[in-house]
C-alpha cells in the first residue's frame, strides 16, 4: 500500500521538495541581492534571482522530478528549451507581478515575491509535467 502511494505521489512530492528548494533560492538570493543593491534596484535583484533558481529547477526536475535522465543532445536541448520558454514566460510574469505589486500597489517587496512565488510554482507545474518532460 505504501509503495502503491509512493509510486502514485513521488512526482509530486519531488515537485514539492525541489519547487521549495527552487523558491527558497529564489527569495533568500533575491533579499541578499535586494539588500546589497538597495531597494532602487528591486528588478535587477529578481532578475538575478530567477536565473539562479532556474538553473536549480531545471537540473533537479529533469533528474529526479519527471525522471528524463537522457542527456543526448536532441532530448536534452529539446527539454531545455522548453524549460526555459515556460520559465522565462513566467519569470516575466513575476517580473512584471513585482513592478506591479510593489510599484503601484506598495505592497512590500518580499510578501509579493512569496504570493507571486506560489502561482508560478502551479504554472511551471503544468508546463513541466504536460509539455516539456511528459513522457511519450
Not at 533575491?30 to 528591486?42: C, D, P
Not at 535583484?45 to 536565473?51: E, H, K, L, T, V
Amino acid at each position: 500500500m505504501i509503495k502503491n502511494l509512493w509510486l502514485r505521489y513521488k512526482e509530486l512530492f519531488f515537485y514539492a521538495v525541489f519547487g521549495v528548494g527552487a523558491t527558497v533560492i529564489n527569495i533568500v538570493s533575491y533579499r541578499v541581492l535586494a539588500n546589497t543593491f538597495g531597494k532602487k534596484y528591486f528588478l535587477i535583484a529578481n532578475i538575478i534571482a530567477w536565473i539562479l533558481a532556474f538553473i536549480f529547477a531545471f537540473i533537479t526536475n529533469k533528474l529526479f522530478v519527471f525522471e528524463s535522465k537522457s542527456w543526448e543532445a536532441q532530448i536534452a536541448m529539446k527539454e531545455f528549451v522548453g524549460f526555459l520558454s515556460a520559465r522565462l514566460a513566467t519569470g516575466i510574469l513575476d517580473t512584471v507581478l513585482m513592478w506591479v505589486f510593489v510599484s503601484i500597489i506598495s505592497l512590500d517587496d518580499t510578501l509579493s515575491k512569496i504570493i507571486i512565488n506560489i502561482l508560478v510554482i502551479i504554472i511551471n507545474y503544468i508546463a513541466s509535467k504536460f509539455f516539456i518532460f511528459k513522457k511519450e
